[in-house]
């Protein structure tokens, strides 16, 4: 690795809901996460619902409000009201066109933005500062999401740049794209974190609105054309954490060669807040997180079908 003083090639313009500096759960080392907007999937425990969408959204944080009404006054489309004296406002999503103007306005800072343009080249300055860390690590970039195979002309530029600078790549992909995609965001990626929610098809269409078909070929694939591999299996109950659900999972990696470890992160409820944020219906309210107990039994069935390196927490 090292510093590189090249031109940057890409122009491309993506569509970014964060930049986490200082990773370290997702992939080798300390690394740099890109997360970007817009995912094919509607994974009902999603806990970061904010990516689904490619294009902005408005998140309203009620316990911030202070009514004092400047978002009304800001709004250009009338979208948001207050229905009573002292009431907090209330917003109209179809007439909302995350302008952005209320957030502007609100000073508790009650209305957030999700997702923001930005270029390649204005994200290599943000990672080009890491690659000391990245160096002594070895660290490096993760492209996250959202989906980062959803914007893959974009995926693909920002991943070839980093490459130039002999950083290491990772992205974090739920696998389901066409084939054109993945070709084009493969062939500058050094590891895959590679979802796998559940390995039967009707539930997994049950639980994420799209059939697993295209995700295990791709996933195949990827295992033949000798890609780097780690899958993650988010152990959600009463959803995927059947003792049939987990045999299947480890006996269908164990059939992957490139596959070098698994991990199972436990179901956690961050999420669910957000869904309100957004003014949309969480769809697990009643679920608990597993215990830890129920946690290290799901590790440790995989491990006996998959007999590969199985961790919890990523």
């Not at 590679?194 to 996933?219: F, P």
């Not at 195949?220 to 000798?226: C, P, T």
Request: glycine share 8%.
């Amino acid at each position: 690795m090292g510093a590189y003083s090249g031109t940057v090639t890409a122009s491309g313009v993506g569509s970014i809901l964060d930049v986490k500096r200082f990773a370290i759960h997702d992939g080798p080392g300390v690394r740099t996460t890109v997360f970007l907007k817009g995912c094919p999937l509607r994974c009902a425990w999603c806990h970061n619902p904010e990516s689904q969408e490619t294009r902005p959204e408005l998140l309203f944080w009620s316990e911030r409000c202070i009514a004092c009404g400047a978002c009304v006054s800001a709004c250009p489309n009338g979208a948001i009201s207050v229905t009573a004296s002292g009431a907090m406002p209330e917003t109209d999503r179809a007439r909302c066109t995350a302008c952005g103007a209320c957030v502007a306005a609100c000073v508790p800072r009650a209305r957030t933005m999700a997702g923001t343009k930005r270029t390649v080249g204005d994200l290599l300055a943000e990672i080009d500062r890491d690659v000391l860390f990245y160096d002594q690590s070895r660290g490096g970039v993760t492209l996250s999401g959202g989906e980062p195979l959803a914007q893959p002309g974009f995926a693909a530029d920002l991943l070839r740049e980093c490459r130039l600078r002999r950083v290491h790549t990772a992205v974090d992909t739920c696998g389901f794209a066409d084939e054109e995609a993945l070709v084009a965001v493969a062939e500058h990626t050094d590891l895959f974190l590679y979802d796998v929610k559940l390995l039967d098809d009707e539930k997994h269409r049950q639980w994420t609105g799209a059939s697993n078909a295209t995700i295990l070929d791709n996933l195949r694939w990827l295992s033949s054309e000798g890609k780097r591999l780690w899958i993650r299996y988010p152990l959600i109950p009463g959803v995927n954490d059947s003792t049939r659900d987990l045999e299947d999972l480890g006996r269908f990696v164990a059939r992957l060669p490139e596959v070098e470890a698994l991990q199972v992160l436990p179901y956690h409820a961050s999420g669910a807040r957000k869904f309100v944020h957004l003014g949309r219906r969480y769809a697990l309210p009643d679920v608990v997180p597993p215990g830890p107990e129920a946690i290290l039994n799901a590790a440790a069935a995989i491990r006996a079908a998959a007999s590969l390196p199985v961790t919890i927490g990523g």
